[in-house]
Structures are given as structure tokens and as C-alpha cells.
């Protein structure tokens, strides 16, 4: 069992940053991959990016690449997104999320992780 936590969302100016940061409570963190998804209102979840349990590899939705940056830190069981740029689009309730590794790569798929946290609320004001 995992459970994760997000902070740092808040309100944030177009074109500003933003950090978010998610605690994990297991033992074996490196077993997993990590992952942030987002969901705005009235809209679909949707994967933003993914980190494998070393942090060698990662991946990014085309909507954030050169904005966002997905980086873990085992040794504290920590998982951040640095966001730049960002824009009125990037709104949205932030989640991160927990799964099993199974190689050196991830998938930014919801059915790849198990364990999510209750989000965080990212909102970009013009």
C-alpha cells in the first residue's frame, strides 16, 4: 500500500511557475513509477508526466513539454513537476499518482498506477 500527497498548488499568474511536490509513505519507493495527472473541470483526466523508479527516464504529454519538469528524489521519497509558462489551460486539479515499475521506462497511462492522491488546485489567472 502507497499513499501519496500532493502540495504547492495555488494561484499563479499566465506565464508564472509553479512547483508541486508529493510525499509517498512506503517503503520501496524506487519499486515504483510516479507519475501527475490533471483533470480541469468538466473535462477527462489526463496524464501530464511520468518518471521512472530511477528517474533515468521520463515522459511528458506534448501540451507540457519545455514547460514542466517531472524529477523524483528516492532518498526522500519525494516526486516534483517544476512548471513554467504556464497557461490558462494548465489549470486544473493536479494528481499524483503511484505504480509498479515493471522495467526502466514508464507508460502515462491512468491504468498503469494504483495509488492516487487527493489533488492539489492549480489555477492560472490572465
Known amino acids: 500500500q502507497v499513499h501519496v500527497a500532493e502540495t504547492g498548488g495555488g494561484l499563479v499568474q499566465t506565464g508564472g511557475s509553479l512547483n508541486l511536490s508529493c510525499i509517498a509513505s512506503?517503503?520501496?519507493?524506487?519499486?515504483?513509477?510516479m507519475g501527475w495527472f490533471r483533470q480541469a473541470p468538466g473535462k477527462e483526466r489526463e496524464g501530464v508526466a511520468c518518471?521512472?523508479?530511477?528517474?533515468?527516464?521520463?515522459y511528458y504529454t506534448d501540451d507540457v513539454k519545455g514547460r514542466f519538469t517531472i524529477s523524483r528524489d528516492n532518498s526522500e521519497n519525494m516526486l516534483y513537476l517544476q512548471m513554467t509558462s504556464l497557461k490558462a489551460e494548465d489549470a486544473a486539479a493536479y494528481y499524483c499518482?503511484?505504480?509498479?515499475?515493471?522495467?526502466?521506462?514508464?507508460?502515462?497511462?491512468?491504468?498503469?498506477?494504483?495509488?492516487w492522491g487527493q489533488g492539489t488546485e492549480v489555477t492560472v489567472s490572465s
Open positions: 518518471i521512472s523508479w530511477s528517474g533515468r527516464y521520463t
Open positions: 512506503a517503503s520501496g519507493f524506487d519499486d515504483y513509477v
Open positions: 499518482a503511484a505504480g509498479p515499475s515493471n522495467g526502466a521506462e514508464c507508460e502515462l497511462e491512468s491504468e498503469r498506477f494504483e495509488y
